[in-house]
Structures are given as structure tokens and as C-alpha cells.
């Protein structure tokens, strides 16, 4: 097992150089699907989305699914973030140790926009119609721990998109890879998200009338408009975590994580948590990159955990820099039971 463990992860470190050449400013803006890329836990945002290596349980689905090998038992996730210009993100997850077979995951992710006017260009103030738009991702993982130090894990997502009438809809894959060398207080990991097919939209309103008489004999006929094809916003993730202190009550970790994009410039992201009595947190993290249009930066959050019984409630708040736009706003509550 140690040696097919060892291979699975030469191979992931083998393919990552061929997948990340594909970034740079020559394919920005070309993917869709970018609610993909949106984060969805209070933990990871607030320490700059650099836990690629440092995260565990039910979180780990949003980051790295290989993370999601250490659920005991359950877990279950509810977050709401704030995001930009009026648009909201819900996001539930949930985990389950099946025992010697692993661990089963689920989520859901939705992104509201709310509704919005019609304008055409016969009636540019408005028709006093309006359309809604839905973005929803439904998805399945699947976690393993492969030996004491390797941890595997999978995500299968369904994308789904509808604007006015119109809808997309596609499948993306993660896989990701978690390992602990024998260094104390020091874990690697891998990660490679949104891969898959490309998607289209289609519906009613590509359809429209065309004339196809001649002369003095009209008729109407019906043409349609196709609508491109759009790739996924692929990209590939390098993380380090290192407990740096680990003192009575009190343990302090540090986390950072290279992104290389298939669609942009890459990403720089750098974490910190402090930590009393696996009880109180205080967190903060920086994201950077070349991309002149990025409007990420500084983040910071808090989190309590609170035993009742034979449940564990953590609560976890992040305030997060948005450039131009208002600051996010994250709460996620999770349940360990």
C-alpha cells in the first residue's frame, strides 16, 4: 500500500508542471462556471484560502477532498456568505466515516444574484419585466486514508446554470492528495480542481423569426443562434502547513499555498491560526497575485468551538478585502456529531 501510495502521488507531482503552463493573461476571462471558484468555509477564507494542507473534516470538501479523510465519525456544514455587488452564497456540506471504506461527502452550493430588469434595445429604460438567475452546484466525494501518512480524496460536482430561460449545465472533478512526512507538525498537500467537459448554453430565446419568402410572397420561418462553448476555470493547488507551536492549551498554525491557473495569473495565499484550547480561534490571511483586475487581499476571522453532549458546535465568522467592492461577509456553523 505504501508503494502504490508513493506512486499515486509522484504522478499527481509529474502531471502538475504540464497543467499549469496553461495560465497567463492570453486566456483570462475565457472560462465560465466561476462560481466554482468562489470559497465556501469561514475557516479557509479567513486564513487566505492557503489551507490546502491544513484542513480536516467537512471544510476540507471546499479545499482539498483528500482533507476530508479524517471525519470520525459526522460532520455537517452551513455557510452564507455576503460576496459582492448584492450576490449571496449559500453552501451546505456533509460528512460520513463508512469505516474501513472511507468517507462519503455531500454538498450543495448556490449563488443568488436576485432578479434583475429586462432592457432590449427597443426599450432601453426597461420593459418592466424581470428575469432570475440561478447558479447551483450539487456534488459527491469520496475520501480514503491510504496509509498512516497518505490521505486521498475525490469530488464529483454537477454545475448548473440557468439565466432568464436560457441554461448550461456540466460536470467538474477534484482530486487531491494529503501527506504527512515524518517531519513533526508538517503536512503537504496537492490539489487539482474543476476539470472537466465544456459547457453550453441553450434554450428557448436563441430562437428567433426570420423572413424566408421573396417578393410579394412572404413567409416566416425560425432560425437559432447557437451559443459558444466555455471551458471550466481549472487549476492546480500547492499547500504547506506547519504547526509552529503546539504549547500546553495554547498551538499556532501556519499555512501557505502557490495556485496556478489555467485562466489568469497565479496565486499566492499565506495563513495563520491561533488556537486556545482547541477552543477559541483567531485567524488571518493574505492572497495576492500579479493579475492587475484582483480584488482579493487581506483577510481575518474568528471561530468558537463549544462540546454539548456528544456534539461539537463551531461557529466561524470571516471578514474578507474585496478591492473595489464591499468586504465579504462569512458565517459558517458546523456540527460534529
Known sequence: MRTIAKLIIMSALLLAPAI??????????????????????????????????GCDGVDALSWNPAGAAGIENNELSASHRIYIAGITLDHV???????????????????????????????????????STSFVVVGISYARTLTDRVSFG??????????????????????????????????????????????KFDGPDFSHPIETGQGSDPSTGE?????????????????????ALARGKQHLRLTSAYQ?????????????????????????????????SYIYGLSLG??????????????????????VFESNHFFTVKLRF
Open 20 to 53: 499549469s503552463m496553461a495560465g497567463g493573461d492570453r486566456r483570462l476571462g475565457t472560462a465560465g462556471a466561476l462560481e466554482l471558484l468562489i470559497p465556501t468555509d469561514a475557516r479557509g477564507a479567513a486564513m487566505g484560502g492557503s489551507v490546502i494542507a
Open 93 to 131: 456540506s456533509y460528512g460520513r466515516n463508512l469505516g474501513s471504506a472511507g468517507v462519503l461527502g455531500l454538498s450543495a452550493k448556490v449563488l443568488s444574484m436576485g432578479d434583475e430588469r429586462v432592457y432590449t434595445t427597443s426599450q432601453p429604460e426597461g420593459t418592466g419585466e424581470t428575469f
Open 154 to 199: 475525490i469530488n464529483g460536482n454537477y454545475v448548473s446554470e440557468q439565466i432568464s430561460r436560457e441554461t448550461a449545465r456540466g460536470l467538474a472533478f477534484d482530486m487531491g492528495f494529503v501527506y504527512r512526512p515524518t517531519l513533526t507538525g508538517l503536512t503537504l498537500g496537492i490539489v487539482a480542481k474543476n476539470y472537466g467537459p465544456t459547457m
Open 223 to 243: 432560425g437559432r443562434t447557437q451559443s459558444a462553448s466555455f471551458e471550466l476555470p481549472s487549476f492546480i493547488q500547492f499547500g504547506v502547513a506547519w504547526d
Open 260 to 292: 496556478s491557473n489555467s485562466f489568469s495569473q497565479d496565486e499566492f495565499r499565506f495563513g495563520s491560526e491561533w488556537g486556545m484550547a482547541d477552543q477559541l480561534f483567531l485567524r488571518g490571511g493574505y492572497s495576492a497575485s500579479s493579475r492587475n
Open 302 to 323: 474568528a471561530g468558537l468551538r463549544v462540546p454539548w453532549g456528544g456534539t461539537v458546535t463551531t461557529l466561524d465568522y470571516t471578514w474578507a478585502q474585496a478591492g
